[in-house]
């Protein structure tokens, strides 16, 4: 069967029951190649959902700025050592990214309900207290370079 955009777009747009979300993590094993190094979402991305592309993109800056100059002239070295400060913290935040995309983007109503109950619920001083402990803190530790 042939789609038709611009019907399938109207269709869409008639529908009232009509539901659809992507949300896709890209998991590299290493983050540098001879001469070049990733930052930020192009080698940590944790997902939209984690809200933290920001704060881990400046967190593996520094990281990644002060092993370059630990390191000088070895950059292989100084890429290796930012990879493996980083990658601890950005392998939980990526699980966890994924065990909190089932509830972020619900499959049925029930959990449509249940999600946007708990939106709710977490701008409560106390659930939200919880909810920045629990999802938004990490662990890394920046040094003195």
Request: glycine share 4%.
């Amino acid at each position: 069967m042939e789609w038709y955009l611009p019907e399938l777009l109207n269709s869409m747009n008639q529908a009232q029951d009509f539901y659809f979300d992507s949300v896709s993590q890209i998991v590299l094993d290493r983050w540098y190649e001879n001469r070049v190094a990733l930052m930020g979402d192009a080698c940590q991305s944790v997902s939209l959902i984690a809200g933290q592309g920001s704060a881990l993109a400046m967190a593996g800056a520094y990281i990644l700025a002060g092993e370059l100059k630990t390191h000088g002239d070895n950059y292989q070295k100084a890429f290796e050592t930012y990879q493996n400060k980083m990658l601890p913290e950005i392998r939980r935040k990526q699980e966890m990214a994924k065990d909190f995309a089932n509830s972020f983007i619900p499959d049925t109503k029930i959990s449509l309900w249940f999600r946007n109950k708990i939106s709710k619920l977490i701008t409560k001083p106390l659930f939200s207290k919880f909810f920045i402990k629990r999802f938004m803190s990490d662990s890394l530790q920046l040094e003195d370079y």
